[in-house]
């Protein structure tokens, strides 16, 4: 399958769909009538406003916001300074003929994820039907970080299409027809999962399912239905393991590296769903400075100097009955931009600010990083930390001694 923005790839062909829907409708000439309420599925159906929670002076993302009706809603009737983004410049363009004027309204052409890496965090985001059309594996981690910690995300889903046809648990997009007004229709690729994937993939990002509405048709011969989730970033980061089997013989003592700058903090994406610094597993006859910056060669592509690592201390827990040891080293220098390596199992590196990281952070990871700067808000599994001596010119802010 070709990455979901490749040309020809799901997201793509779907992108270039809403753009001709766009067009269509711009052709015609179509008004819709102002919002009276937020409807997740079928006119007058689902939750009512209550559910996104309290609105008034607070950031909302309204995440593929088509014409901007229900964006412009929340500005006029609950006082919210509001993000209206959608991927389509037909949609943005008829958006802004209409409320390109109303102040607390910002009409923004993005991709959502590269919206959400950009942005600073909201304190509510909202997508109406909008969110099946992303590839969930981008999109949710982009949503995690994307919310103020306690913040809420509120998005309905298609269940049932009109042909009768319900969710899958694979997460692979499947065709569905968009049908235009007055005649014409188009093909798009949708991610139409069950309300169980969706929250087994919603938790492995760190965020927490508080409920689930359904929305059917009021009209009895149609199957049609959509799922609607309220969700909320908890307060404090996660951190989890990345299995349940414990570590295998000879791997159950690792360096975790720091790497800190400007841009913020270092952490890839483990192919099990965990955010985690580079690092890995110790080799015989290898020295700690070694073994951080061999990792962070193989796992990133960056280059270092052992004489440029300070090492923290050791951490030392149990993993399933096994005596795990993980030494935290922080990164001085290093030279090169971080990319994905073939073969590792980590990767989608970026830089993330420490009032941000995502939740799910590797617990290996999370101890690394909270012996480093005690002061940071993530819950992890309790390891006993004995710090190193920290002289010369590795010893900074946030060392332990």
Do not use: K
């Not at 007058?44 to 209550?50: I, Q, T, Y």
């Not at 959608?86 to 910002?106: H, N, T, V, W």
């Not at 360096?255 to 841009?263: E, K, N």
């Amino acid at each position: 399958m070709p990455h979901p923005l490749a040309p020809g790839g799901p997201e793509s062909v779907n992108a270039a769909v809403w753009q001709d829907y766009a067009a269509h409708h711009l052709r015609r000439g179509t008004v819709l009538a102002e919002a009276e309420r937020i409807d997740w599925g079928f006119p007058g159906a689902g939750p009512d406003e209550a559910f996104l929670g309290e609105l008034r002076g607070r950031r909302v993302l309204d995440l593929g916001c088509g014409t901007g009706r229900y964006a412009a809603r929340l500005v006029r009737a609950h006082g919210a300074t509001v993000d209206a983004v959608d991927s389509a410049p037909g949609q943005i363009e008829r958006a802004r003929a209409r409320y390109g004027s109303l102040p607390g309204l910002r009409l923004v052409h993005a991709d959502a994820v590269d919206h959400l890496r950009a942005a600073e965090p909201y304190d509510v985001i909202l997508s109406v039907n909008a969110v099946p059309y992303v590839d969930p594996r981008r999109l949710l981690p982009a949503l995690a970080t994307g919310l103020v910690p306690g913040g809420t995300l509120c998005f309905s889903v298609l269940h049932t299409d009109s042909l009768g046809h319900g969710p899958v648990s694979d997460v692979t997009p499947r065709p569905e027809t968009l049908r235009f007004a007055g005649g014409g229709e188009a093909t798009v690729r949708m991610w139409v999962l069950t309300p169980e994937r969706w929250t087994e993939l919603l938790t492995d990002h760190g965020l927490h399912v508080e409920r689930i509405e359904t929305v059917t048709s009021p009209d009895a011969g149609n199957p049609a239905s959509y799922r609607v989730f309220r969700v909320r970033r908890p307060p404090r980061v996660s951190a989890r393991p990345r299995t349940a089997l414990p570590p295998v013989a000879g791997a159950a003592l690792g360096v975790g590296a720091i790497l800190y700058g400007p841009r913020g903090l270092l952490l890839g994406r483990h192919r099990r769903g965990t955010w985690e610094l580079p690092g890995g597993t110790v080799e015989l006859g290898e020295a700690l400075e070694e073994t951080a910056v061999r990792e962070v060669r193989e796992e990133t592509g960056l280059s270092a100097d052992p004489s440029d690592v300070r090492l923290l201390g050791t951490l030392v827990d149990r993993a399933e009955g096994v005596v795990r040891m993980t030494v935290g080293a922080v990164l001085t220098r290093w030279r090169g931009e971080p990319a994905d390596q073939p073969g590792e199992s980590v990767g989608d590196w970026r830089w993330y600010p420490l009032d941000r990281l995502p939740p799910s952070l590797f617990v290996c990871s999370a101890q690394v990083l909270t012996a480093w700067r005690p002061d940071l808000p993530i819950d992890h599994a309790p390891a006993h930390f004995t710090p190193y001596a920290t002289t010369g010119p590795g010893s900074g802010p946030g060392a332990r001694g």
